[in-house]
């Protein structure tokens, strides 16, 4: 869920239910042309696992319990459906906005060493 650069930010996000019983994980290539991709999806120990993989990784983790449930139905390596795109079109509103403070934070960060 990165994309080449000095900095790997990602390109992707995760969705959670409450609790964390289930998590989906969504890929967006700008360019592409495609609508976001399911590349991930689990309930219980999966799902929590996926968040903390996400976690690990830089990756926004978002909790939207309806429309965790509802991205789960879709197939691994789908696009998301037409009728998702509005919702999904937030989420990834939240990733790029969570790109753009790595960003900052980066670019504003004291030299370490």
Known sequence: MT???????????ALHGDGLD?????????????????VASGRGAIARRLVEIAAEHGVP?????DLAALLSLVDLGDEIPADLYQAVAE?????????????AERDFAPPQG
């Open 3 to 13: 994309n080449s650069g000095n900095r790997q930010l990602p390109t992707g996000a």
């Open 22 to 38: 289930r998590a989906v994980a969504l890929r967006h290539e700008p360019d592409s042309g495609r609508a976001p991709l399911v």
């Open 61 to 65: 983790v978002r909790e939207d319990p």
């Open 91 to 103: 989420v990834i509103s939240f990733v790029y906005r969570a790109n753009e403070s790595l960003r």
